[in-house]
């Protein structure tokens, strides 16, 4: 892991750079979100996902690209988490003033 | 946290960016990432000992292979790869390296190179051992069919490496080591090879023992070439030691009285018994020849050339076997050389005075006895009387001054029939030859010193 940190940290920043700016918008976004139903199959695909990284069941590249993706998901994901959260921080101090 | 899960909602659409930098990150890092870590791997093997070492990475998972000379090692080897970091999987395909009972090892030397066989025990012996066998052959050609394996005895680096030095004094032949048994055969390349080699066994580490040692000598070779045209008499080969070096060059002067000795005999050990008593009679027959050559290898002597005149040849070809010691063995293969042109009286006069002037014929001490050495020169008489048929000779015997003239006088006369009967054994007719005594009446030098006593101990040649 830190080593895939390590060679890989200027795609895993641009995923977290890319979350908090998707974070950011998603605050104020009014377009369509993913339904609750969706939300959970997607939720439990990724819960596979990382069981079989884990578990090191994909041998040779593709489980190497797994791996790559979803730490470059993760990280993107901490980003969206930022960005909302920074985002909705400078909306709710607005707020009181206006 | 609630607003967390409101906002999730909508960060689906980042993903599609994410996917396609995902896409170029995995397609453009993968090539590198598999060559980096297969650097790294190597790089942790550099202390391991494996031969045949591969190592292929796909994606972070590597396939390392090899064969270990021991299990430990073996292990040791996929943990240092283990531990690289990055590495996610090891798909280990290592095994050990096949074990070899008997442990053989082996040098085999002919003509035109060493072929190093058998097994090895690790990749540093095997190199250890072709870079010694090199050094000690100096140009000769070193192959390796060597093969690593375990199971090697203790210090057996050692031992080779003590047999690779003797591979160098090897003609041909092969040394083999099985297990801690060391077995030699072939023919050595100097004399005294043997031997050495033989010495050098007694060094061989703690543990290996020799089962069979069947190096053999080379042949003992001593040459004698008599050459009429250059006036000669070359001496090579070898001789066992400078006392019999000396005594082969004196026996050579006395019985080659015209020829110049060129001495070129290297002492060496390993000369068959009765040695000398073997090359002095050979000697003494080639000097009975006009030219010829004569080659003593190991108990063999072999004589070839032209004899003066027919009868020396049949003497020759029956009398030498018989002077050998037991076991020696003689083979002759004696020619005539055809007779000169006869000369008139005066000539054949020079002809003999000639001769008398360059050698002395000798006798036991005080007796009438023609010494052996003297063969050569009264074959070298005979031939010439042979050329002058119509003439008669008188052969005059003298003495020196010492003693009582009666004695002197008899001794004279009866040294002169001794060559007469020499003469006509040799073929020709008894008729033409006188024996006369003078005893010390006739010095040619001075009888008050012994130069000059030997040269008035002569038989003269006169033609009548």
């Not at chain 1, 974070?23 to 979100?33: E, F, L, M, N, Y």
């Not at chain 2, 190096?215 to 001593?222: E, F, L, M, Q, T």
């Not at chain 2, 040459?223 to 066992?240: E, I, N, R, S």
Request: glycine content about 10%.
């Amino acid at each position: 892991m830190a080593y895939l940190v390590m060679f890989h940290w200027g795609w895993l920043l641009a995923s977290l750079l890319l979350g908090l700016a998707m974070g950011w918008i998603a605050v104020v976004h009014r377009g369509p979100g993913v339904s609750r139903l969706t939300a959970w199959w997607l939720s439990g695909l990724v819960a596979v996902l990382v069981a079989v990284a884990l578990a090191r069941l994909i041998p040779g590249r593709p489980g190497y690209w797994l791996d790559l993706g979803l730490l470059m998901f993760a990280c993107y994901l901490v980003g969206c988490a930022v960005g909302s959260w920074l985002r909705h921080r400078v909306l709710s101090r607005h707020a009181p003033a206006a | 946290m609630h607003g967390l899960f409101r906002w999730s909602n909508k960060w689906w659409p980042g993903l599609i960016p994410l996917a396609v930098f995902w896409t170029i990150a995995a397609w453009t890092s993968t090539p590198p990432l598999e060559s980096d870590l297969a650097a790294r791997s190597t790089a942790a093997l550099k202390d391991t000992v494996l031969d045949k070492r591969r190592i292929v990475v796909d994606g972070r998972d590597v396939t390392f292979g090899g064969d270990a000379f021991s299990e430990e090692g073996r292990r040791g080897a996929v943990a240092s790869v283990e531990a690289v970091s990055g590495v996610r999987l090891v798909n280990d395909e290592t095994r050990l390296v096949p074990e070899a009972k008997p442990f053989v090892w082996s040098a085999e030397r002919d003509v035109v190179r060493v072929t190093l066989g058998g097994s090895s025990p690790l990749p540093s012996s095997k190199g250890k051992l072709l870079e010694a066998a090199r050094a000690s052959l100096g140009g000769v050609e070193v192959v390796d069919q060597m093969k690593l394996s375990r199971g090697a005895p203790p210090r057996f680096d050692n031992a080779a490496l003590l047999l690779l030095d003797q591979i160098g004094k090897l003609k041909d032949g092969k040394i083999t080591i099985s297990d801690t048994k060391v077995s030699l055969s072939g023919m050595a390349r100097d004399l005294g090879g043997r031997e050495a080699i033989t010495a050098a066994l007694k060094n061989l580490p703690e543990g290996f023992s020799v089962a069979a040692n069947e190096i053999k000598a080379p042949p003992y070779i001593v040459q004698a070439y008599k050459d009429p045209v250059a006036v000669t008499l070359t001496l090579t080969g070898y001789v066992p030691d400078s006392n019999v070096q000396a005594a082969l060059a004196t026996a050579a002067g006395r019985k080659f009285f015209s020829e110049k000795v060129v001495d070129n005999l290297k002492a060496s050990i390993g000369a068959p018994a009765g040695f000398a008593n073997a090359v002095v009679p050979a000697l003494g027959a080639l000097s009975r020849l006009s030219t010829g050559t004569l080659v003593v290898s190991d108990r063999e002597v072999k004589l070839s050339g032209d004899a003066l005149y027919d009868a020396a040849a049949a003497q020759i070809r029956s009398g030498l076997g018989k002077d050998f010691p037991q076991g020696w063995q003689f083979k002759a293969d004696i020619s005539v050389k055809p007779a000169a042109a006869p000369v008139d009286a005066t000539v054949c006069q020079q002809l003999l005075s000639d001769l008398l002037a360059k050698g002395r014929i000798r006798f036991e001490s005080g007796r009438a006895t023609i010494d052996p050495d003297s063969a050569g020169l009264l074959d070298r008489l005979v031939e010439t009387s042979l050329r002058c048929p119509s003439v008669n000779i008188e052969i005059a015997g003298h003495t020196d001054g010492d003693g009582e003239d009666g004695f002197n006088q008899a001794l004279s006369e009866k040294r002169a029939q001794a060559v007469a009967d020499y003469l006509v054994k040799a073929g020709l007719p008894a008729g033409r030859f006188t024996a006369i005594g003078y005893g010390s009446s006739q010095p040619v030098a001075s009888n008050d010193t012994d130069e000059g006593k030997a040269q008035n101990r002569r038989i003269d040649f006169v033609v009548r």
